[in-house]
């Protein structure tokens, strides 16, 4: 018998929320048979257990029958828990309703009650049409089509024929206009993850989103989509004042359509913190921190109950906007005090977040510490994110760390580790053709810094400060700096003001600078 860290079961059991957990007690206890019995008191073992070990419930029930198909009898009771939980969710889930209504329409015809099921599946349409479930919708006059065929032909007329015909080219539209989108959508968002994405073919995205929408009378949910991309789109080239209207079309249309908020309720939350940074970068603090409120309020305006994928989507989103916007004005100390809530998010989610969003934060945390110049715990965030195995795949966080530790050693005065630093930095970088201009201005910096005599120390920031303003607009400059503003830690330096306060002064120019 093999001790499992994890199991289906056993996760699937964990999943539940304590309303879950009581249907499904509730809808094993209907049924009197041993095995639902056994279930209820596998589940019931399971369920306070914080880890999975198979010989723990080998040794918990070595009396009882079930253990010789102990595999058959895991994958009943998991069946039982998704039965139980379909029952429990068909009334929150509009496609549950729906082929609902669609089996028992199929039950009514094949018993030849040709009128009632008419009347389920017009209800069904209804639903559906609010709803705007296409491709269900799709399945529905296909079944109405079925119906319509149980007539004789010299009762049907081609009035009707031309009605059902219209409204079938329209739901066609919506389907393929939909498929389009989606597509358009996913090759644009496959670009902007790309090095080096280039502005022509962005060009031709928006080019083509454009042409495929034009003159078409668009849906609620094909209208997000529209904005969704619109949005996304002139986010990637700068143009934050278009970025935002699209946002905020999307924000009134989820808000004036419950089916939608309700039923995509990750559609709203993913708007509000693109909303929030993209005012961030306006300069809009006021709409930024009304956004930010809604976005922490969010749980009241939607009527239905968050699961934990919905639980962690906020905590991420919440806690990882707040945070940049923190950073981004300078007020790095009430940053530092929302560290210990977002580490203990973190634990409690681990298993469940993308390793490129735990080492964002992580990067995130090292640039708090290195503003309020703490050197060495900035070190300690740092040294997690390079010595995290498999980082190929998240080669933008691993470069931009390489640097910020370059940055820290020439802080801490680590002049006998800076060498082999450099040396390893520079060939990271080499072997993934991201030595552009504003990498090779740093390495070269940090290179002859400890070469310089105290006197020169004051030139070389300043003409380090300097080359970094000339930089400005290069594509690889301006994405690091998204990360960790490089400029204003050149100027502290070049000043002798803090980190925190110049960020302070940047983002609240008319208040004068206090040392």
Known sequence: MSKVIQDHLFELIKSLSRSEKRYFKLYISRHKATDKNNYGLLFDFLEKKETYNEQEVFKQFKKEAFLNNFSITKRRLY?????????????????????????????????????????????ACKLAKKNERYSIL??????????????????????????????????????????????????????????????????????????????????????????????????????????????????????????????FPNYYIGTLTNAIYVNEKLGNTAKADTLLKNLKEVTGLLRIGLSEDLLLKLF??????????????????????????????????????????????????????????????ALKWINRILNTPNMDSNEDIIAYTHILNLLVHLELKNNQLLPYTLKSTHRFLKTRNRLH?????????????????????????????????????????????????????????????????????????QKPLVD
Not at 87 to 111: C, E, P, R
Not at 455 to 476: G, P, V
């Open 316 to 377: 991420l989103n919440t806690s990882s906007i707040e945070l940049s916007i923190l950073t981004s004005r300078g007020e790095f100390e009430q940053a530092l005090h929302s560290l210990p809530y977002i580490e203990n998010g973190l634990k409690l989610y681990e298993a469940k977040i993308p390793q490129q969003r735990q080492l964002f934060y992580f990067f995130q945390f090292a640039g708090v510490h290195i503003a309020l110049e703490e050197y060495a715990e």
């Open 138 to 263: 799709s399945e529905i006059e296909d079944k109405q089509r079925q119906l319509l065929e149980t007539r004789h032909y010299s009762s049907i007329s081609k009035g009707e024929l031309e009605e059902m015909q219209l409204k079938s080219n329209q739901l066609l539209e919506q389907v393929t206009l939909q498929s389009k989108l989606w597509f358009a959508k996913s090759y644009l968002f496959i670009d902007l993850n790309k090095k080096g994405q280039e502005q022509e073919q962005l060009k031709q995205h928006h080019s083509y989103i454009n042409e495929i929408t034009r003159n078409c009378e668009l849906s609620v949910s094909n209208t997000y989509l529209f904005n969704h991309i619109e949005a996304a789109y002139y986010f990637a080239v700068n143009d934050y004042e278009n970025s935002w209207k699209h946002l905020e079309s999307n924000i009134i249309l989820l808000e004036n359509n419950t089916f939608l908020l309700e039923e």
């Open 437 to 509: 201009s504003f990498e090779q201005l740093i390495l070269q910096f940090i290179s002859n810094f400890s070469n310089y005599r105290e006197i020169d120390k004051q030139e070389a920031w300043e003409k380090l400060y300097s080359k970094l303003i000339s930089l400005r607009d290069t594509k690889d400059y301006q994405s690091f700096s998204s990360y960790f503003d490089f400029e204003t830690w050149a100027e502290s330096k070049m000043t002798g003001r803090p980190f925190g306060k110049l960020k302070k002064m940047k983002n609240n120019p």
């Open 79 to 123: 069946d039982q828990i998704l039965s139980a939980l379909d029952a429990f969710h068909t009334v929150n889930s509009v496609d549950a309703q729906l082929y609902k209504m669609m089996h028992g329409a199929d039950i009514l015809y094949k018993k030849s009650l040709y009128p009632h099921a008419s009347r389920l599946l017009n209800s």
